[in-house]
Nanobody, 125 residues
Framework: QVELVESGGGSVQAGGSLRLSCVASGIGYNNYCMGWFRQAPGKEREGVGFINRDGSTSYADSVKGRFTISQDNAKNTLYLQMNNLKPEDTAMYYC???????????????????RGQGTQVTVSS
């Protein structure tokens, strides 16, 4: 059983930075993928950044150059460093974990086996 716990959200002004953390416990897989998703009120959930099964990273166009996803295997923690935040980045942010090829490829949030409870990010102008 994998458990994901996010933290690090908060309220910042535009141009500020936050670092989100997702501590994963119970991981027993060698090849897996993890991702950060977000959902703003009234909007669809979208993928933000991903660590793929081969260790490479991918980002949504809207955050490229501003967000960086990384992981510390020793701490079983996934990070999302968010710089130059914009009001449109305001959302609930979720991390997700899976090991299956099709889930990792298609990145449909609902198909991830394990998902966290989310952490709120609010960016004011």
């Amino acid at each position: 059983q994998v458990e994901l716990v996010e933290s690090g959200g908060g309220s910042v002004q535009a141009g500020g930075s936050l670092r989100l953390s997702c501590v994963a416990s119970g991981i027993g897989y060698n090849n897996y993928c993890m991702g950060w998703f977000r959902q703003a009120p009234g909007k669809e959930r979208e993928g933000v950044g991903f660590i793929n099964r081969d260790g490479s990273t991918s980002y949504a166009d809207s955050v490229k150059g501003r967000f960086t996803i990384s992981q510390d295997n020793a701490k079983n923690t996934l990070y999302l460093q968010m710089n130059n935040l914009k009001p449109e980045d305001t959302a609930m942010y979720y991390c997700a974990f899976d090991w299956r090829w099709n889930t990792c490829y298609y990145r449909n949030y609902e198909s991830y086996k394990y998902r966290g409870q989310g952490t709120q990010v609010t960016v004011s102008s």
